[in-house]
């Protein structure tokens, strides 16, 4: 075959080459934002679970066993799904809503007749913790949002 022939088939398999080599980093990139958006929604899921409890604390003032059981399976991803400090500020939310229930069972104890000391002292530490509770919306969500910043630009 002469050389003037061999030319043109060269050049089209490298165009070839390019536009194959282009096709599969669209498709790579396109399975790339789609497991970004796939994380994405599963933290929001999982944000928007937590705070339905903990609003529903602070909405109510009140909180028991079926409440805590509520959080617990709430945040049980937490520690997959974020970091370290995100985790670790669940569980100290976890032991304020129990600390919470135990207060508040204390209370209802001296209420139903049997006198319980430092009656007005556990009204006092749960009404604390409430509002301590109360801030978890704006504190919880700081933490989040390095995770939950959808990063990629859409083009």
């Known amino acids: 075959m002469p ?42 899921t999982v944000y928007e679970n937590v705070r339905a409890v903990i609003a529903e604390i602070t909405r109510e003032g009140t909180a028991d066993g079926r409440t805590l059981l509520r959080y617990v399976q709430a945040a049980d991803r937490l520690g997959l799904l974020f970091g370290i400090e995100v985790l670790s500020y669940s569980d100290d ?4 809503i129990v600390q919470l ?17 430092d009656h007005e002292l ?12 109360g801030e978890f919306h704006e504190e919880f969500s700081v933490l989040l949002m390095p995770y939950v910043r959808m990063t990629t630009k859409v083009r």
Request: charged letters at 25%.
């Open 101 to 117: 229930a135990y207060h508040e069972a204390m209370v209802k104890r001296g209420v139903a007749g049997q006198p319980v000391k």
């Open 3 to 44: 050389i003037w022939l061999q030319w043109p088939q060269f050049i089209a398999t490298i165009g070839i080459a390019f536009f194959a080599a282009n096709i599969t980093y669209r498709q790579w990139r396109t399975a790339h934002e789609r497991v970004v958006l796939d994380l994405f929604e599963k933290r929001m």
């Open 122 to 133: 556990h009204k006092g530490k749960a009404a604390e913790i409430l509002k301590a509770l």
């Open 93 to 96: 939310t976890r032991e304020r």
